[in-house]
């Protein structure tokens, strides 16, 4: 079998795959347009985001068997049109969801205990002691809006903290011993902290809006690791303004471009992200959530492992 490499990966990624017999040839450069043409070769390819997989892509691969997806999402592949051409999709979320979760936490309690404000003023030779007073994760409730392998992992790094996990997902009987799982209305009737571990998908675009948002009872922190098209930023703005969400960890933004490498698909800065950026209280990264060292090796010998298992 054939694969086509579309993205630089961790090396054991290549060197196992040449172990088990296949052939991999990389390119890291040509257009979408140039892969299609040569694409009918290859009975498998492996992305990260470099572009998105259509129908127009798919009928060109006339030999495709799988695709690989090193990461957790598989929102840039048209998911049911491959499906119907028999390609098997592999992604790797068990890749990154201890990393995740460790990204997750560190976000809330760096809120928490405004580490990142007190840290830039003591850098330049400012000593407020009252004024960075902080508040503690023990005795919070915490709710999750969606159960898998990212929401589990940080229901696990929850464990230690004498606090109530709770969590909505869509599906039945998810929850476990870190968490339980309840309806949305008792998520946003209890939950101090919400964070988001849902896939990008119709149900979860723009799901926390103004409405969202001012149902829940208690004024509540943010934590999203999840996507940015899941929080319309205009309306995060407003609920940071009049307090209903008393801050936000920000791992994804609305308005990255689908490849996740550049943050504006133009020159223009939002509004609303320059008030995010001028934000005490809000901590922003540049989705890297799932993106450290262990992971980047963790996803790859997954997706290596899945097309053992499948293909040999």
Known sequence: ????????????????????????????????????????????????SRFSIDKAFLDKAKNLKFIGRVGAGLENIDCEYAVSKNIELIAAPEGNRNAVGEHSLAMLLSLFNKLQKADKEVKNGIWLREENRGIELDGKTVGLIGYGNMGKSFAKKLR???????????????????????????????????????????????????????????????????????????????????????????????????????LFSDDKMPEAFQFLINSENVLLTPHIAGWTVESNEKLAQTIVDKIKAKFC
């Open 1 to 48: 079998m054939k694969i086509l490499h579309l993205d630089s990966n961790h090396p054991l990624l290549l060197n196992q795959l040449n172990d088990l017999g296949f052939t991999n040839d990389e390119d890291y450069s040509s257009t979408k347009q140039e892969i299609e043409n040569k694409i009918h070769l290859y009975d498998g390819f492996i992305i990260r």
């Open 160 to 262: 230690g903290f004498d606090v109530e996990v709770i969590c909505y997902d869509i599906k039945p009987n998810v929850g476990d011993e870190n968490c339980k799982q309840v309806s949305l209305t008792e998520l946003q009737e209890k939950a101090d902290v919400l964070s988001l571990h849902t896939p990008q998908n119709e149900l979860s675009k723009n799901m926390v809006n103004i409405d969202f948002m001012n149902s829940f009872k208690k004024n509540f922190w943010l934590i999203n690791t999840a996507r940015g098209t899941a929080v319309i930023t205009n309306d995060l703005v407003t609920g940071l303004k009049n307090g209903k969400v008393l801050g936000a960890g920000l791992d994804v933004l609305e308005y990255e471009k689908s490849s996740f490498e550049n």
